[in-house]
Structure formats: C-alpha cells, structure tokens
C-alpha cells in the first residue's frame, strides 16, 4: 500500500511538472516516478519466484508445452514471387 501511495504521488507530481514545461523539473520527477516503480517491480519479481534470465517467449514456451501444445520456434524471411510481369 505505502508503495503504491509512493508511485501515485509520483504519478501526480510529474502530471503537474508537465504542465509547466520546465524540462529540469519533468526529468526529476521522471527520475522519481521511475525509481518508486523500481522498488515495487524488484519486489513483484522476487515474490513471483521468476527465473533469472527468463524471457517472454521462454514462458509461453513453457506455458504451451504444459497445455500439451506443440510449439516451433522459427525464423522466416518473405519472398516476393515474380507475377510474371516483365520490367
């Protein structure tokens, strides 16, 4: 609760340095909003138990193969057929 209360105060201080145009005091706040957002990311992360050096597509790899589907990772490159038209 006191993290949230933290980035919504964040939230609402950069909405009002926005409204001033001053660029010091936008990328302060900035600073602020990214900071407190920080510390409850770190905190989510490590609750949620997640794997170091995991990515996205790592998970719904994962999350497929447990769903007993087949999942193929490839690359693919277009080709453009020729229509038969002469340049």
């Known amino acids: 609760a006191d993290e949230r209360q933290a980035i919504e ?3 609402e201080a950069l909405k009002e340095a926005i409204k001033s145009d001053n660029k010091d005091d936008i990328d ?3 600073k602020a909003l990214t900071d407190a957002s920080a510390k409850m990311a770190e905190r989510l992360y490590a609750q949620g138990g997640a794997q170091p050096g995991a ?3 790592g998970t719904q790899e994962q999350t497929a193969e447990k769903k007993g589907e087949n999942v ?3 690359e693919f490159e277009e080709v453009k057929e020729d229509d038969g038209k002469q340049k």
Do not use: E, G, N
């Open 9 to 11: 105060r964040a939230i």
């Open 28 to 30: 302060a706040k900035t």
């Open 72 to 74: 193929v990772d490839a």
């Open 55 to 57: 990515t996205a597509s």
